[in-house]
């Protein structure tokens, strides 16, 4: 098993302290060995708590995340919530088949999108992007995945908060050259899809954080992020997935088993 060397560390806190854009400061260090953990919608499987939701965020800032990993849509009027899937059928019990883009937030706020996972859910509704923002300020990250969504009143409400070092930014290439004209301070984290598309990415971005499906990585891929100054965040596969991804020093995974990832990463630390 390969460890995680002091070279390694400190390594990877001169890329962190050299967050690039302007006059920005680094992200927050890791808390478990080294590697970020994001919570893929929040802590949601572990525990069956309705995806998306702030019972899910919070239990993910319980275990100690660094990120929760946030889907944001807009409402009919307006407003900014999280839900991961366009049309809300599948968050109800009873058969309601409509857009987030075409319901007002009150009529979103009034379904219940805990009763489908187990009673003790019932009347869990969904959060805005506001109540979000406000239950993880000093306690954890938000990966923010743009669904369907603007950009400068999202960055307005961040830079209210002073939360502009605790967003990255998952979204389009053309959304993340709009958050970076607006807002030169905020973590963009571009995704290339395929390797063959990285080295385009790099010149366009000249990113510090990069994103990743499990399916295109590779030793190879790594290598270059890692030349070009970038740390990677990758979508994880499950436990089978976190081993090799340690193996390539991979220095972030998003997961929809955060508690189980942080202690797998304290088992592996002690073994160090």
Request: net charge negative; glycine share 6%; with cysteine.
């Amino acid at each position: 098993m390969k460890k995680i060397s002091i070279i390694s560390i400190v390594a990877l806190g001169c890329i962190l302290s050299a967050w690039s854009s302007p006059g920005s400061t680094s992200l927050k260090p890791p808390r478990h060995g080294g590697i970020y953990v994001v919570a893929h919608r929040g802590a949601h499987y572990e525990q069956n708590i309705p995806e998306n939701t702030i019972p899910a965020y919070q239990k993910a800032i319980d275990f100690g995340v660094d990120f929760v990993e946030i889907d944001v849509r807009t409402t009919k009027d307006g407003y900014f919530v999280s839900v991961h899937n366009e049309n809300v059928n599948q968050y109800v019990l009873e058969d309601y088949n409509r857009k987030v883009a075409d319901m007002t937030l009150t009529e979103l706020k009034q379904l219940d999108v805990g009763s489908r996972k187990g009673p003790e859910w019932k009347d869990t509704r969904i959060p805005t992007f506001e109540e979000i923002l406000d239950l993880c300020k000093g306690n954890c990250g938000i990966y923010l995945d743009l669904k369907q969504a603007s950009v400068k009143p999202l960055i307005e409400m961040i830079k209210a908060r002073g939360m502009e070092q605790d967003v990255i930014w998952y979204a389009d290439d053309d959304e993340l050259e709009e958050v970076k004209k607006i807002c030169p301070e905020c973590i963009i984290m571009p995704d290339p899809g395929k390797e063959k598309y990285l080295p385009e990415l790099i010149e366009r971005f000249h990113p510090d954080l990069i994103s990743a499906s499990w399916k295109n990585i590779s030793g190879s891929f790594v290598e270059t992020c890692h030349k070009a100054g970038a740390i990677l965040i990758v979508d994880g596969k499950g436990p089978k997935t976190w081993e090799p991804a340690l193996e390539w020093d991979i220095e972030g995974i998003q997961t929809d088993q955060p508690a189980a990832l942080i202690d797998f990463l304290k088992k592996r630390n002690l073994n160090d």
